[in-house]
């Protein structure tokens, strides 16, 4: 089944007739208009800018990853916003349509016959997030890079192209003809290094465009690489033989092709550095073996000098990449310290200071203890000095009481309470946004251990949002999961590791 047939089966007629319920239109104009987003977004990521697509890679893990989706998206939209969907959708249709949004609109909300633009951006974000999903899901199963995704749906440009509205890939900016082949920069790099001349380009990541691609002369050109994989000094190959350029195409986001997003890059600790060296290595033995060919004209210790200067400036570079990625390392500092108490049946009690109660604007009074995650929350909201900084630790609040099943995102009833009053924060004070970070111990796998920090997040998130919080109350990127890293406790002891398995907040805006 080719691309667009799978997408529109996905719309179904009970997902249409709640999608016209939450916005309040017709459902067969919503039918119509939803049909039509699909190669409106399919289009628009064909045409998407390169500089977008590692942030692109890393929206669709997150989408792939919502157990709720649908729940999520049409919550959001009876909520009158466009965060739902793990509040994706507005970065979603920001990154693949730039500033292209309005008119893309215009032409959809024309075709249903909306006055309210909002409702076709709504519908638009929708199709995004659950094609997101669609090929978030297809990215981790198959071990995809974003460029592949890409020339997948560029396999399928003419048929997309005619199942667009009037008018719709002009918005876009793309225009009738083959597709531009997109290379994924780990997975091709032996074949950038081969072929005739080539030009100094700017690439997302490392990955040019080009006709063939070489490794020519002694001029000593650089690819300037726009994911900053060493710290944007750019000199890949430096010295002497000319440009690495790839396959005939657009450039590609080589951030999210080289680690999956620098998103998770950041997050799970640096591990694009190990395809870094990946990709030094491969380009040291094509060099190697264009030389023994006789097809190189520079010394090739230069050329090998300036591939291990830019393998060792990686090491250096790390704290610029998780300063530049999104939600970087200092995104997950986590709480500052522990809070007293003690170990109870595996978990870690937190010792409750006094009783205060938090006066409210409208009034009502919130009943909680002193140095508790409500009260610093509420303070934080309250002081017009606090700034909203989520790399700096203090800034972190620990949930005392949101403690799970043992190995399980299920949520125990005894959190109900805080998250209850985490939500009248919330709406007491609108301009607030919070973002969930879920933590656990060292034990076991660590990428399960992501995982299981990830879900456990998010169920705080939901919990939240249920309890009547709005969409608009947190970040972009509303919950995330650490995993084992930022510890608080120490994980050789059964006490640190309990007090470690937490969940946090941060104020992000205020």
């Not at 739902?84 to 349509?97: P, T």
């Not at 009738?176 to 990541?205: C, L, M, R, Y």
């Not at 030094?280 to 591939?307: E, H, K, Y």
């Amino acid at each position: 089944m080719n691309i667009l047939d799978s997408l529109k089966g996905l719309v179904t007629d009970e997902l249409v007739s709640k999608a016209a319920g939450a916005l309040g239109e017709d459902s067969g104009a919503i039918s119509k208009v939803m049909q039509s987003a699909i190669p409106s977004v399919l289009g628009g990521l064909m045409g998407s800018d390169s500089k977008n697509h590692g942030d692109l890679a890393g929206l669709f893990g997150q989408a792939a990853n919502n157990d709720n989706l649908m729940g999520d998206i049409l919550g959001g939209l009876a909520g009158g916003g466009n965060n739902a969907g793990g509040g994706i959708m507005s970065s979603l249709i920001g990154g693949i349509f730039g500033d292209k949004v309005g008119g893309i609109v215009n032409i959809l909300s024309n075709l249903g016959g909306f006055k309210n633009g909002g409702t076709s951006k709504s519908i638009l974000g929708m199709v995004g997030t659950m094609a997101a999903s669609h090929f978030g899901k297809k990215m981790m199963k198959d071990g995809l890079g974003f460029g592949s995704i890409l020339n997948m749906i560029g396999g399928e440009k003419e048929a997309i192209m005619k199942a667009a509205p009037a008018g719709m890939m002009d918005a876009i900016g793309v225009k009738a003809g083959p597709w531009e082949s997109v290379k994924d920069i780990v997975g091709n790099v032996t074949g950038a290094v081969t072929g005739t001349a080539g030009k100094v380009v700017d690439g997302a990541g490392g990955v040019v465009k080009g006709a063939a691609g070489a490794v020519t002369g002694a001029a000593g050109s650089v690819v300037d690489g726009a994911g900053k994989v060493v710290g944007g000094a750019g000199n890949v190959v430096k010295g002497a033989a000319g440009a690495v350029t790839g396959a005939a195409g657009s450039v590609v986001g080589g951030a999210s092709d080289l680690a999956g997003g620098a998103v998770d890059g950041a997050k799970k600790g640096m591990k694009w550095l190990w395809p870094l060296l990946i990709l030094g290595a491969l380009a040291l033995g094509g060099i190697w073996l264009l030389n023994q060919a006789g097809c190189m004209s520079s010394t090739p210790g230069d050329v090998v000098g300036g591939v291990t200067e830019t393998v060792g400036d990686a090491a250096g570079a790390v704290g610029d990449v998780a300063g530049d990625a999104a939600g970087a390392v200092g995104d997950a500092a986590g709480s500052v310290a522990a809070a007293a108490g003690e170990l109870v049946d595996g978990n870690w009690v937190v010792t409750k200071g006094e009783a205060v109660s938090l006066k409210m604007e409208d009034g009502s009074e919130i009943a909680t203890t002193k140095g508790s995650v409500i009260d610093k929350l509420y303070n934080f909201a309250k002081d017009p000095d606090a700034i909203a900084d989520k790399t700096k630790a203090e800034n972190w609040f620990n949930f005392e009481d949101c403690q799970f099943e043992t190995g399980s995102a299920n949520l125990k009833a005894t959190a109900m309470p805080q998250i209850e009053n985490a939500a009248k924060i919330l709406q007491a004070f609108p301009n607030v946004k919070i973002k969930i970070g879920g933590y656990t111990d060292n034990t076991g796998n660590a990428d399960a251990n992501m995982t299981l920090s990830e879900n456990r997040a998010k169920t705080v998130y939901n919990a939240i949002m249920n309890k009547g919080a709005a969409a608009s109350s947190f970040d972009e990127k509303p919950f995330e999961g650490y995993g084992i890293e930022h510890p608080i406790g120490d994980n050789s002891t059964d006490a640190g590791r309990a007090q470690n398995r937490r969940i946090a907040c941060v104020v992000t805006a205020k």
